[in-house]
């Protein structure tokens, strides 16, 4: 039978802009690499420093992404959420809806959250969300309905800014039968949640994701020995090292897959991508390899292109090569 894949998450429109340099950066205080929350002044201030650079629109946020991502490889997928009653949120409802994904959307009358993605010459992207809307989903929205007729639930790490929420969706999301996939989210946010997190790997999460960073930030140890740590307590750990690859453990066996030889313009959605193919051939019964690869797939095609949405004509090449031989 066919597996079903729900997300939950910040509910998200990224402006993506694509800068001149980094000076910008040091303008606005913004580390380069990190994602940054800022209050309503502060993402005013970031558009109107930023007005004259080129621009786009897209539906972000990690685990919509992600879903998004298992959407177009023709996975059954849902998404809870919390947007404004507002464009913006109109946007992102009609983008979930065109992919195929069946919307869990709350609202209420808070502008919509936006995350200004800065996309630096080398594709790294520095992000200062305002979540707006996007923070007001809590616990007291989830009911055990939403969870009903899924597998899995893929929960973004950015989340752990409302703890009751995260440990609410996850144990009703237990209670309904679901296995728990975690992505770890940003190295910065790992470091404020260190103890929270590692407890929630520990006792609740089957699948988690992390990329070089993330790992430092949660063990303090080298990519190999996190890898190590996380297959103790989880079903698969994934740990992702950039142009190294990705590392995958899963019981007493540990696989490498090789990343592909692209130019980066931009990394916005990588490990999302990634998380994506790599679901997509877990539920299709591929091995760890092959999900892997399918994974670096995804996420070399994404960071060819800027933001996290790729054309049709390129998912249909995806679709083409998943299904080769």
């Known amino acids: 039978m066919e597996k079903r894949i729900l997300g939950i998450g910040n509910a998200l429109v990224d402006i993506l802009i694509q800068t001149e340099n980094d000076t910008i950066l040091d303008q606005l205080q913004l580390p380069k690499g990190s994602m940054q929350l800022v209050d309503s002044k502060s993402s005013e201030k ?7 650079l080129n621009r786009t629109r897209a539906c972000g946020g990690s685990a919509a992404n992600t879903i998004h991502g298992l959407a177009k490889l023709g996975v059954s997928t849902g998404f809870i959420g919390h947007v404004g009653e507002d464009e913006t949120g109109e946007f992102f409802k009609k983008d979930l809806l065109a992919a195929g994904v069946e919307p869990k959307l709350f609202s209420s009358t808070t502008l919509s959250g936006i995350a200004h993605a800065l996309v630096s010459q080398d594709g790294e992207r520095t992000f200062a969300t305002h979540l707006g809307a996007a923070i007001e989903l809590s616990e007291k929205h989830l009911t055990p309905n939403l969870f009903e007729g ?19 969706a996850i144990n009703l999301a237990k209670e ?45 140890k080298t990519p190999q020995e996190t890898l ?19 590392l995958i453990k899963k019981g007493g066996e540990t696989i490498r897959v090789a990343a592909f030889d692209v130019k980066a313009s931009d990394t916005t959605g990588a490990g999302d991508m990634y998380a994506a193919g790599f679901l997509y051939g877990l539920i299709n019964g591929k091995d760890l390899h092959e999900s892997g690869r399918i994974g670096t797939l995804l996420a070399a095609n994404v960071i060819e292109v800027i933001g996290a949405k790729m054309d049709e004509s390129r998912w249909k090449k995806i679709r083409a090569q998943i299904t080769m031989p």
Do not use: M, W
């Open 176 to 220: 309904a039968g679901l296995k728990i996939v975690l992505d770890l989210a940003s190295y910065n946010v790992v470091e404020e949640n260190r103890e929270f997190l590692l407890n929630l790997v520990k006792e609740k999460v089957d699948i988690v994701f992390c990329n070089e960073e993330e790992a430092k930030a949660l063990t303090g």
């Open 228 to 246: 190590d740590f996380l297959a103790q307590y989880t079903e698969i750990a994934i740990v992702k090292i950039g142009k190294e690859g990705s």
């Open 150 to 168: 899924y597998d899995y639930l893929y929960v973004e790490g950015y989340l752990v800014a409302n703890k009751p929420l995260i440990i609410k």
């Open 46 to 52: 970031v558009n109107e420093k930023t007005a004259h």
